[in-house]
T-cell receptor, first 112, second 114 residues
Framework: KNQVEQSPQSLIILEGKNCTLQ??????????LRWYKQDTGRGPVSLTI?????NTKSNGRYTATLDADTKQSSLHITASQLSDSASYIC???????????FGDGTTLTVKP | DAGVTQSPTHLIKTRGQQVTLRCSPK?????VSWYQQALGQGPQFIFQ???????QRGNFPDRFSGHQFPNYSSELNVNALLLGDSALYLC?????????????FGPGTRLTVL
C-alpha cells in the first residue's frame, strides 16, 4: 500500500530560526515528490517538485532534498518568518496514471 | 487569470440532505480532481475528471459523484449526507493527466453537516 508519513506532526519555532520537516514514503514505482504549503482555510500551493534524479531543489528560503534510495525527503526552511506559519504537505506520485498519495502534513507555527 | 475558483465558500447542511459543490479550473486546464480534507489531516483523493469522464477514483462510497462539463468546470455531488462528511472540499486542476503536471488548488468549500 502506498503511504506517506510526515514528521513531526507539529512544530513551534521562533522567528528567524531554521527548521527541517521530514517525509518518508513507500510509493512505488516513484515518479515525483512535491512539497505544498497550505495556509489555514486555503488550498495548498506547490513549493517544489523533485524527480528521481534530483537531490536538492530550492525555492527562496525553502530547500527540499530527496533520497530516492531510502525513500526520504526533507524540507528545510531558513530564517523563518511569521508568514511561514502553515501546514506543509508532502505528496508523492507514482509512475503511470495512478493517483498521488498525500501525507497528513506538518503544522508549523512561527512565533515572534 | 482567476485561478481555480470554487463555490460556495461555506455550506451548512443537515444529515440526509444532498449537496452540490462547484469548481471552475484554471484557464487552460482540462483535468479536475476533488479532495476531501478533514481537520488536521491531508487531502484525501475523491476522483479525477478528464475529457468529461471519471478517470480515477479514491476510496469513497457511491454517495460521492461528480460531473465535468464541456468547458472543463466540474461539480461534486454528495447524497445522504453524514456527520462525517463535514470537511474542507478542495478542487484542483491541471493541464493533462500526467502526474508531473502541477496541480493548482482552489480555496475550498467548507461543508458542515449538522
Amino acid at each position: 500500500k502506498n503511504q506517506v508519513e510526515q514528521s513531526p506532526q507539529s512544530l513551534i519555532i521562533l522567528e528567524g530560526k531554521n527548521c527541517t520537516l521530514q517525509c518518508n514514503y513507500t510509493v512505488s514505482p516513484f515518479s515525483n515528490l512535491r512539497w505544498y504549503k497550505q495556509d489555514t482555510g486555503r488550498g495548498p500551493v506547490s513549493l517544489t517538485i523533485m524527480t528521481f534524479s534530483e537531490n536538492t531543489k530550492s525555492n527562496g528560503r525553502y530547500t527540499a532534498t530527496l533520497d530516492a534510495d531510502t525513500k526520504q525527503s526533507s524540507l528545510h526552511i531558513t530564517a523563518s518568518q511569521l508568514s511561514d506559519s502553515a501546514s506543509y504537505i508532502c505528496v508523492v506520485s507514482p509512475q503511470g496514471v495512478s493517483k498521488s498519495t498525500f501525507g497528513d502534513g506538518t503544522t508549523l507555527t512561527v512565533k515572534p | 487569470d482567476a485561478g481555480v475558483t470554487q463555490s460556495p465558500t461555506h455550506l451548512i447542511k443537515t444529515r440526509g440532505q444532498q449537496v452540490t459543490l462547484r469548481c471552475s479550473p484554471k484557464s487552460g486546464h482540462d483535468t479536475v480532481s476533488w479532495y476531501q480534507q478533514a481537520l488536521g489531516q491531508g487531502p484525501q483523493f475523491i476522483f479525477q475528471y478528464y475529457e468529461e469522464e471519471e478517470r480515477q477514483r479514491g476510496n469513497f462510497p457511491d454517495r460521492f459523484s461528480g460531473h465535468q462539463f464541456p468547458n472543463y468546470s466540474s461539480e461534486l455531488n454528495v447524497n445522504a449526507l453524514l456527520l462525517g462528511d463535514s470537511a474542507l472540499y478542495l478542487c484542483a486542476s491541471k493541464g493533462g493527466s500526467g502526474s508531473y503536471n502541477e496541480q493548482f488548488f482552489g480555496p475550498g468549500t467548507r461543508l458542515t453537516v449538522l
